[in-house]
């Protein structure tokens, strides 16, 4: 059974930063794709960044301010610097096995001031 929660989410003023976590049970995970995605009111759920065996790669909106990373103890990560309101969204994460894709329940992440 493969289950993923997340954790870290919160209140943050514009320029500040969180790290979410994901912890991963159930999977090989560094062999399995996984990624974070984020969905704000209205709006369709949207890529943040992903990381496979030998890549990361991120939406356009979020270069150079997020990163994500995983360890050892199957705990997928991610940074968030220089957070700005359009950040503010439920963020969720994901592991693609690609005949299935799983999902967590998501954290809520809020950017004002």
């Known amino acids: 059974q493969v289950q993923l929660v997340e954790s870290g989410g919160g209140l943050v003023q514009p320029g500040g930063s969180l790290r979410l976590s994901c912890a991963a049970s159930?999977?090989?995970?560094?062999?399995?794709?996984m990624g974070w995605f984020r969905q704000a009111p209205g709006k369709k759920r949207e890529l943040v960044a992903r990381i496979t065996s030998s890549s990361t790669n991120y939406a356009d909106s979020v270069k150079e301010r997020f990163t994500i990373s995983r360890d050892s103890a199957n705990t997928l990560y991610l940074q968030m610097n220089s957070l700005k309101p359009e950040d503010t969204a439920v963020y969720y994460c994901n592991a693609d096995f690609g005949y299935k894709v799983y999902w967590g329940q998501g954290t809520q992440v809020t950017v004002s001031s």
């Open positions: 159930g999977i090989i995970f560094r062999s399995i794709t």
